[in-house]
């Protein structure tokens, strides 16, 4: 007769996966509340206390941290020394483990978790089980999640455990442990940089593929997701998010996090085609799509507040990949649910990202960095020129600093007050992203009295100049080149208000 040890938190499938291991002529041994419920479903299994000779103690703590559990774990059974030791001291092989965690996840989510109740849910003993299971697994079959259950019993009833089988099993467990230790990790760890990166997230879901089709993808949640995140959205109507949409939908509520009035962003490719503000979110989309009524063609759009009919039905009029918004009235749903292909989201929205360290891959590595959520007010502004801006520039020049932000960079945006007029992106020279925004803007209402704002700072007086000649008569930098004073001067001949915020905001 084969042993298994069976311990386990989530209890869910136990009590059927356990009549099977008995069925296949297995002597269960279990702990703890494992052990009550199987007694208490009339199973025949025996108490830890049996194998061990020792009682459970200090509360739970310790009760398979044994030599006869860790060495009936890691024995190789094509070892005769090994067998032989087993033997002088009585140690029964186990043949399986069955063990999941306990649920420290589950508990420091909850509100008003102190930190020695957080540390009563570490699991020590089930992580060694599972890692001594896994390392024999040649001869040691480690279950560490319910989902397994009914192909472990196929496997055995049609003797199918094959080594490939084992080792599958093997892997999964190293996979969980380093989630679960990882996760203990960062709870200490908090948003610091360390010697060593342990992240860990969870298979949100398999996407149908990446930014091209030719690329396989998958999109991975922190085990401690923020609400306020793409991943968390409700969807209402239309096809799974791509991988495409997950990014783009994310800058977009990054970009509509900055403005607290009512406010529509349009998103395409993760940069923003057009952001308009107004009293109401019927005129801001109006102000977001006059921004940029071209680009936003099969895009993305967030909206901060509740989407009304009339609102849906001028959005309805182009073709859309998402909109996003925190709820929407049932008219406005009935009327944008006709477009078979729309996606339709919502999701509660917030002022307040809260800081954190982000990861990006590359060849070899990662690079981490805190995330870029310096706000651009009027207390920041340094006027480096003679020329002073009006209140309306200010004001101007505040809105468009928000949004060159999350423009990739060299990142250039051109706005009036409360929308943007035209945005130059991701050129590799400064000058082209200044001439790119100036185009788009110049044939729109209201360029008269726009603003131009750089995500940093002129590194030559060329764009000063060319803005000039263009009509633009305020300009927002982070100031901070060496040839600063070029731009000052060229803004003095010119009679430009230029303004330096002392912040650079770049965005790769």
Known sequence: MKRALVSVSDKSGLVPFVKGLIAADYQVVSTGGTYRVLKEAGLSVLEIEE????????DGRVKTLHPKVHGGLLAKRDNPEHMQQLAEQKITPIDMVVVN?????????????????AIEQIDIGGPSMLRSAAKNFASVIPVVDP???QGVLAALKDQTETLEFRKGLA??????????????????TGAEFTDKLTETYDLFKKLRYGENPQQKAMAYKDPLAENYSVLNADVLHGKELSYNNIRDTDAALRIIAEFKQPTVVTVKHMNPAGIGMGENINEAWKKAYEADNISIFGGIVALNREVDLETAQELSKIFLEIIIAPSFTQAAFDQLAKKK??????LPFTNQIPQKIETVSVLGGAVMQERDLVANDFANLQVVSKKQPTEAQLKSMVFAQNVVKHVKSNAIVVAKEDQTLGVGAGQPNRIDSVKIAIKHAQAKTGYGEAVLASDAFFPMDD??????QQGIEAIIEPGGSIRDQDSIDKANELGVALVFTGTRHFKH
């Open 51 to 58: 194998v061990t000779g020792f009682p459970e103690m200090l």
């Open 171 to 188: 892997a999964k467990v190293f996979r969980h442990t380093a989630a679960y230790d990882a996760l203990i990790a960062q709870y200490f």
């Open 341 to 346: 292909n729309i996606r339709l989201l919502t």
């Open 101 to 117: 965690l306990y649920p420290f996840k589950e508990t420091i989510q909850k509100d008003g978790i102190s930190e020695a109740e």
């Open 463 to 468: 764009s000063v100049e060319f803005a000039a």
């Open 147 to 149: 989902d397994d259950y």
